[in-house]
Nanobody
Framework: QVQLVESGGGLVQAGGSLRLSCAAS????????MGWYRQAPGKQRELVAR???????NYADSVKARFTISRDYAKNTVYLQMNSLKPEDTGVYYC??????????WGQGTQVTVSS
C-alpha cells in the first residue's frame, strides 16, 4: 500500500509563491513518475507538472517558467515550487505517483487559493 501526503497549500496573493510537498510512503517500487495535478471548481483535473524516474520533466503550458517540479529520491518526496501565482492557478492540487504498469496513486489534495 502506498500513501501520498501533500502539504504546503494555502491562500496567497497574486504574484506570490507557494511550495507544495508530497511525501510517499509504503510499498514504493516500479515507479515511472511522480507529478502534480490540479482541479478548479467546475473543471476537469489537469496535469500541472510531472517528473520521471530518470529526472525528465514536463509542464502544462500555463505554468511553464513559473512552476518547478523536483524530487528528493532519498526522502521519496516530490515538490512543486510555484512562483508568480495567478488567480487562475486556484484549485485543489493532487499529488500523483504512477507505476510502470500505469497504475496511479493519488494524494488527498491540498487547496491553493490565489487572490487578485
Amino acid at each position: 500500500q502506498v500513501q501520498l501526503v501533500e502539504s504546503g497549500g494555502g491562500l496567497v496573493q497574486a504574484g506570490g509563491s507557494l511550495r507544495l510537498s508530497c511525501a510517499a510512503s509504503g510499498s514504493i517500487f516500479s515507479i515511472n513518475s511522480m507529478g502534480w495535478y490540479r482541479q478548479a471548481p467546475g473543471k476537469q483535473r489537469e496535469l500541472v507538472a510531472r517528473i520521471t524516474s530518470s529526472g525528465s520533466t514536463n509542464y502544462a503550458d500555463s505554468v511553464k517558467a513559473r512552476f518547478t517540479i523536483s524530487r528528493d529520491y532519498a526522502k521519496n518526496t516530490v515538490y512543486l515550487q510555484m512562483n508568480s501565482l495567478k488567480p487562475e492557478d486556484t484549485g485543489v492540487y493532487y499529488c500523483n505517483m504512477r507505476r510502470r504498469d500505469s497504475y496511479n496513486y493519488w494524494g488527498q489534495g491540498t487547496q491553493v487559493t490565489v487572490s487578485s
